[in-house]
C-alpha cells in the first residue's frame, strides 16, 4: 500500500509536470502510465538498468533530456551521466526521499533552480561535473543536511559569494577545479568546518584567496595548482594548521616568499612542479618539518647545489622530472635526506652529471629512476647498486664499454625496463645487460686472468729489484776500485797538465821578454 501511495501521488506530480513541461503529451497516456504503475514495480526507461535489489538506477549516454520520474521511490543510487539533461526541475527528485547518490555529470544543466534537493535529507554524494553551470546562490543547495562530497568541476562559475555553501555544514570533499573562478569572496567558505579537501585547481585566480581559505582549519588537502599566480606572499596559507597535502601544480610562481609556508607543520606532500623556479626553494621549504614527498620537476633551475633540501630530515620521495635545464647534481645535494627512499630524476633532457658523492648518506635509499636523461654511463661508487629494489637507468645514450662492465652485471638479476647502448657502432641499440667483457671491448677482464696478471707483474719486479741488489753487492767492490783508479788518473793527469800549463807559461814569458829586447835595440840602433 504504501508503494501504491507514493504512485497515486507520481500520477499527480505527473499532471502538473506535464502541464509545466508543455511537451505535447496527452493527459490520457500520462495518466495511463500511472494507472499502469499500481500493478508494476516501477517503469525503467528505455536504456536505462533499473536494479530494484540494490535499488539502483543506471541510465549512462541513454539519450534522456529529462530526469526520469517513474522510477522505484525507494532507490538510493541515480546515475544519468552522458544525457541531455539541460535543467533540474523543482520537483524531479521529491518523491525519491531515500537518494544517498545522484551523479549528473556530463550533461547539458545550466542551471538548478533553488530548492531542488529540498527533499534529499539523506543525500551524501551529488556530482555535477561537466556541465554548464554558470551561476549557483546560497539557496542552490539548501535541504542538503548530509551531503559529504560535492562536485561541480568543469562547469562555466566565476565567481564564488558569501556563504554559497552555508547549508552544507557536513560537506567533507568541495571540487571546484576547472572553472573560470576568477574572484573568492572572504566569506565563501563559511561554515564548512568539517571540510577536507578542496580543488580549486585550473581557474583564473592571480592570487592565493587567503582570506577565504582562513576559516577552513580541518582541511587536510589543497589543490591550487594551474591558475595564474606570480609569487606566494608571506602566511599565504594562514589557518590550515591541518593541511597535509598542497598541490600548487603549474601556477605560474616564480617567486616564494621566506615564510610562504609558515605555519603548514603537518604538511607531508608538496606539489610544486610546472612552475618557474629558477633555484630550489631550499629556506621556504626548510621550515616544514614533516614533509614526506615534493615534486620539483618542469622548473627552470640548472644545478641541484649541495644541501638544496637542507632541513628536510623526513622527506622520503623526491620527484625532479622533465626539468629542461638542469644538468648537474652536485656532490652532497642530499646530505641532509638519510630517509629518502625514492629518487625520480627521468626526463631531464639535459642531464649529464652527478658527482661522486652526490649520492652520498642516503642509507634508506631503494628506488632510484634515472631515465630518458643524458647520461652517457654512471660512476660504479655512486650508490650501492645491489641495495636497490627498483632501478630504471633506461633511455639514456649511453657508451657501452669496459668502464660499464659491473652495469652489465648488476642489472642481470633485474625485471626492469631494457638498458640500451648509443655507442660505439657495433652495440648500439643492444641491451647492455648481461654484455660480455669481450662485448665490451675488455682486455684481461677476467677477474682470474687480472690476478695472475698483477702476481706476475709484482714477481718480475721483485725479481729484477733482487738482480740488481745482487749485482750490486758482488761489483760494489769493482766498482769501488775502479772509482779509485778512476780518481788517481783523473789526479795524475791534472798535475801533468798543471806542469805542462807552467812549463807552457814559462815559455811564454821567456819569449816575451826576448820580443821586448829586441825590439828595444832596434830602436837604439835608429
Known amino acids: 500500500m504504501l508503494f501504491q501511495r507514493h504512485t497515486f501521488l507520481k500520477i499527480i506530480y505527473i499532471y502538473n509536470y506535464s502541464r509545466a513541461r508543455r511537451r505535447g503529451v496527452t493527459l490520457f497516456l500520462l495518466i495511463l502510465v500511472g494507472l499502469f504503475t499500481l500493478g508494476t514495480a516501477a517503469i525503467c526507461p528505455n536504456g536505462c538498468i533499473c536494479d530494484d535489489d540494490n535499488l539502483v538506477v543506471s541510465c549512462i549516454g541513454a539519450n534522456l533530456d529529462v530526469i526520469p520520474i517513474a522510477l522505484n521511490p525507494s532507490i538510493q543510487r541515480i546515475v544519468l551521466k552522458e544525457n541531455r539533461i539541460k535543467i533540474v526541475d523543482a520537483a524531479a527528485f521529491q518523491f525519491y526521499g531515500d537518494l544517498k547518490n545522484v551523479d549528473l555529470s556530463s550533461n547539458h544543466l545550466f542551471t538548478i533552480p533553488n530548492g531542488s534537493f529540498d527533499a534529499q535529507k539523506q543525500l551524501v554524494e551529488l556530482h555535477l ?63 564548512l568546518g568539517t571540510l577536507r579537501v578542496l580543488h580549486l585547481d585550473d581557474n583564473q585566480l592571480k592570487t592565493i584567496p587567503s582570506p577565504a581559505l582562513a576559516p577552513l582549519n580541518a582541511l587536510a588537502e589543497l589543490h591550487i595548482g594551474w591558475n595564474a599566480f606570480s609569487s606566494l606572499p608571506d602566511d599565504a596559507f594562514r589557518g590550515l594548521e591541518q593541511l597535509t597535502v598542497l598541490d600548487i601544480t603549474g601556477a605560474g610562481l616564480d617567486n616564494i616568499s621566506d615564510s610562504a609556508f609558515r605555519g603548514l607543520n603537518a604538511l607531508r606532500t608538496l606539489e610544486l612542479d610546472g612552475n618557474k623556479l629558477r633555484e630550489v626553494p631550499t629556506r621556504q621549504l626548510a621550515v616544514l618539518p614533516r614533509l614526506e614527498e615534493l615534486t620539483l620537476g618542469q622548473n ?76 652517457t654511463g654512471f660512476s660504479e661508487s655512486l650508490v650501492a647498486w645491489n641495495e636497490l629494489r627498483r632501478l630504471d637507468l633506461s633511455e639514456n645514450p649511453l657508451v657501452c664499454d669496459c668502464s660499464l662492465l659491473w652495469l652489465s652485471e648488476v642489472l642481470v638479476p633485474r625485471n626492469s625496463s631494457p638498458v640500451l647502448c648509443l655507442e660505439p657502432a657495433e652495440s648500439k641499440g643492444k641491451p647492455i645487460k648481461g654484455m660480455t667483457p669481450d662485448e665490451l671491448g675488455c682486455a684481461f677482464s677476467d677477474p682470474r686472468k687480472q690476478a695472475l696478471l698483477a702476481t706476475l707483474s709484482t714477481a718480475g719486479v721483485a725479481f729484477f729489484c733482487a738482480v740488481c741488489l745482487i749485482g750490486y753487492y758482488r761489483c760494489r767492490r769493482r766498482f769501488g776500485d775502479a772509482l779509485k783508479d778512476y780518481k788517481w788518473k783523473n789526479r795524475g793527469i791534472s798535475r801533468k797538465e798543471h806542469e805542462y800549463q807552467k812549463t807552457f807559461s814559462n815559455d811564454d814569458d821567456n819569449n816575451c821578454n826576448n820580443n821586448s829586447s829586441n825590439n828595444s835595440n832596434n830602436n837604439t840602433l835608429r
Not at 355 to 374: I, K, T
Open 300 to 375: 627552470f633551475f640548472t644545478i641541484l647545489r649541495s644541501g638544496a633540501f637542507q632541513g628536510l630530515s623526513k622527506l622520503k620521495k623526491l620527484d625532479i622530472s622533465a626539468a629542461k635545464l638542469l644538468t648537474t647534481v652536485e656532490r652532497g645535494a642530499f646530505s641532509d635526506n638519510a630517509n629518502l627512499e625514492t629518487l625520480v630524476l627521468n626526463s631531464n633532457k639535459r642531464l649529464t652529471t652527478m658527482e661522486d658523492g652526490s649520492l652520498a648518506g642516503l642509507p634508506n635509499l631503494r628506488h632510484l629512476m634515472l631515465r630518458d636523461n643524458a647520461f
Open 129 to 191: 561535473r561537466h556541465n554548464k553551470i554558470s551561476a549557483l546562490t546560497e539557496k542552490t543547495f539548501q535541504g542538503l543536511k548530509s551531503l559529504t562530497v560535492l562536485n561541480l568541476r568543469d562547469n562555466y562559475l566565476e565567481n564564488l559569494k558569501n556563504g554559497l555553501f552555508a547549508s552544507l555544514s557536513k560537506l567533507e570533499e568541495l571540487d571546484l577545479g576547472k572553472n573560470r573562478i576568477s574572484k573568492v569572496e572572504p566569506g565563501a567558505f563559511q561554515k
